[in-house]
């Protein structure tokens, strides 16, 4: 049935058809990366973790491919069970000293500094990101070491016994800060600090300046309106921030190689597994430790409302 | 001593770099008043709020609250309370933790600041919504929730910093009234600064009138409206027309710079002539504004002036029409010479 009314001419372009269906615009845009995040990433994620429900035959060494959960259960035997709470400790400690460090610097970038202080700040922060890893733990090693820089300025400043008296303590002390858990901390903190500071000057900066006012007109002082106001409105920060920290550490298996005691760490242990030992499936039940740690921290935060004023 | 007003601005100044943004300011507002600061954006009336609410410090002058010395004094020492203009309630409490917060610092035991919220909440009737979440409410609650917050710690002046500015027009003038009879039943004294002129007049005792950091002009709402003492008040406060001298004495006015309210300038038909020296005028725009209409006439030597008729009348104009001016004398008012 004709209407009369011209039709403008057709065209049968490719953009007219995905304006037109905008669905097929978003499967297009999305199915590479879902093609790489389902199948290479978490794919082969998954794969490593079936290892665990498998075992290693002790006589002949090979894999039995026989699901079981023995494996796992081998996570609870006293010397596992000391590598998952050392690991979980340190990422603990770092995380904490990283919320200490950062949150003055990112207060300040976030809402004092002005003009060029800003980029430059930011700068400060980034650029530790650009320089090689490895070349930053060896240079922390040297840093830490008994005749390093650090022995040298506490001589300098009269304050070797001070440091003495540090490496005394059980546990944090040492021969040395180098083979110290003082000095794995340290490098951690020093790697993951901008990690931090990033979500953290995010969340500050959007802080709205009257929230801030409306409190001190209420009558806070400056500390109750920090602990009332700020701290709890930058939550999701600081909670960004640690999941970086916090899985960063659990995982790492070189900064404990080169600096810290002899006593293994998560990272460590996996890659003694399924390298030398040739137990791959109990490297499969250490490696679902820390995604473990990780969702339970993840409902923690949500429960506490970290996600709430976001 | 004489306790002259419960606030009290003596000489203040603050200057942002080269931008005097308050300057030399002299200001007493009387307790129990509406007090209103209008005055166009960037003029130092919301400088001169923060000034008193203590989130600016002058850089000269003295700023007295309720017989006490301010100046110097951070916010949360200050026997006033601020109603903000984007409300600035906490995300991460419910409403009745934010009307408590400010007796919950003061040390407050929790059922009776819990009481005490709630009474404040019945007077801004948002009872039965303490538990929500400030995200969950409209703006006009908000509105009320901010309002409460500061009522519940008597404040001795309340400072409303353009707290309608958001709202919608119905809301805005419900809300107009509603605040208006609560000053007036709390007997608080509020300072309100705006830069909508009709908001100031409806609800303000007296109202300052804000010019490039100085208060221009300081009085009732008639006063400013009607008697304007300089050519800024009179063409911010209702858009009044300047005359100078010569335009003033050809009109029948006296030979000084005046204003002449639209409304008062009447319109006759061309075979209505008043006078022998009446001037014409020919119409060159129309607009509708409801319950009347504003004209803008053309003089013969080129000056406009705009003039508000009556709708009952305005059918008898038509534009491009050539009419006689009828200016009673008494219409004319004097302007300082700028």
């Known amino acids: ?156 400043l009269h304050a070797t016994p001070l440091l003495s008296a540090w490496l005394a303590l059980p546990v944090l002390g040492g021969p040395s800060l180098s083979t110290s858990y ?36 209420l009558g806070a002082t400056p500390w109750r309106r ?15 921030g640690a999941i970086f920290t916090f899985s960063l550490t659990l995982g790492d298996y070189i900064v404990p190689q080169i600096v810290g005691t002899s006593a293994l760490v998560l990272g460590q242990a996996v890659y003694t597994l399924q390298g030398t030992a040739g137990n791959l499936p109990l490297a499969a039940a250490f490696a679902i430790v820390p995604i473990l740690i990780m969702i339970v921290f993840l409902a923690v935060a949500k429960r506490t409302g970290a996600f709430d004023a976001l | 001593m004489t306790i002259s007003g419960i606030v009290r601005l003596e000489q203040v100044s603050r200057h942002f770099g080269a931008t005097r943004a308050v300057d030399a300011v002299d200001l007493t507002i009387t307790e129990g008043e509406f007090f209103a600061m209008l005055g166009p954006s960037g003029s130092g009336k919301t400088t001169c709020l923060r000034l008193i609410g203590g989130f600016e410090q002058p850089d000269s002058g003295h700023i007295v609250i309720d017989g006490q010395r ?31 917060y400010g007796l919950k610092v003061r040390g407050q035991g929790r059922a009776e600041r819990d009481r005490e919220a709630l009474d404040a909440l019945r007077l801004v009737r948002l009872d039965g919504l303490a538990d929500r979440r400030p995200s969950q409410l409209s703006g006009g609650q908000r509105q009320r929730v901010a309002l409460a917050r500061a009522l519940v710690l008597h404040p001795k002046v309340l400072l409303l910093d353009e707290p309608l500015g958001a709202l919608d027009l119905k809301l805005r003038e419900e809300m ?146 050539v009419v006689w001016l009828n200016v009673p004398s008494a219409a004319f008012n004097l302007l300082e010479a700028d």
């Open chain 2, 70 to 100: 301010a100046e110097g004094l951070p916010p949360y020492r200050r026997p006033v309370n601020t109603v903000f203009q984007d409300y600035a309630l906490f995300p991460h409490m419910s409403v009745g933790q934010n009307v408590a």
């Open chain 1, 182 to 217: 003082t000095g794995m901390v340290l490098v951690f903190t020093y790697l993951w600090l901008p990690f931090m500071i990033l979500p953290l000057q995010t969340v500050l900066e959007r802080l709205p300046q009257s929230l801030l006012q409306a409190a001190s007109d």
């Open chain 2, 176 to 321: 107009q009234v509603e605040l208006k009879s609560l000053q007036r039943r709390l007997g608080l004294t509020f300072v309100f600064v705006t830069h909508d002129q009709g908001e100031a007049l409806s609800m303000a005792d007296r109202v300052a009138v804000f010019d490039r950091g100085k208060v221009a002009q300081l009085g009732t709402p008639e006063d400013v409206h009607d008697r304007p003492r300089t050519r800024f008040v009179a063409g911010f406060v209702g858009a009044a027309n300047v005359l100078e001298p010569a335009v003033s004495a050809a009109l029948g006015g006296p030979e000084a710079l005046v204003s002449l309210r639209p409304e008062k300038i009447g319109l006759l038909a061309p075979d209505t002539r008043p006078r022998d020296d009446a001037l014409e005028a020919r119409i060159v725009d129309i607009s509708y504004q409801g319950a009347f209409r504003r004209l803008q006439v053309e003089l013969r030597t080129g000056m406009r002036l705009s003039v508000q008729v009556a709708a009952s009348i305005s059918a008898s104009f038509s534009q491009g029409m």
């Open chain 1, 1 to 156: 049935m004709s209407t009369g009314i011209p039709h403008v001419a057709r065209s049968t372009r490719l953009s007219d058809l995905l304006v037109l269906r905008p669905r097929l615009l978003i499967l297009l845009l999305l199915l590479p990366p879902l093609l790489w995040l389902g199948i290479i990433y978490l794919g082969s994620l998954l794969l490593l973790l079936a290892q665990a429900f498998f075992a290693l035959d002790d006589f002949s060494g090979v894999v039995v491919y026989d699901p079981t959960l023995a494996t796992l259960a081998q996570l609870f035997q006293p010397a596992n069970l000391d590598i998952l709470w050392r690991t979980v400790l340190i990422a603990l400690v770092v995380t904490c000293l990283s919320v200490t460090l950062a949150f003055p610097l990112a207060y300040y970038a976030a809402r004092h500094a002005r003009g060029w202080k800003r980029p430059c700040l930011y700068l400060a922060v980034m650029m530790p990101l650009w320089s090689s890893y490895l070349v930053k733990v060896y240079a922390w090693k040297l840093l830490l070491s008994r005749e390093g820089a650090i022995g040298w300025m506490a001589e300098a």
């Open chain 1, 226 to 240: 920090f602990v009332d106001i700020v701290l709890p409105l930058s939550l999701p920060g600081v909670v960004a």
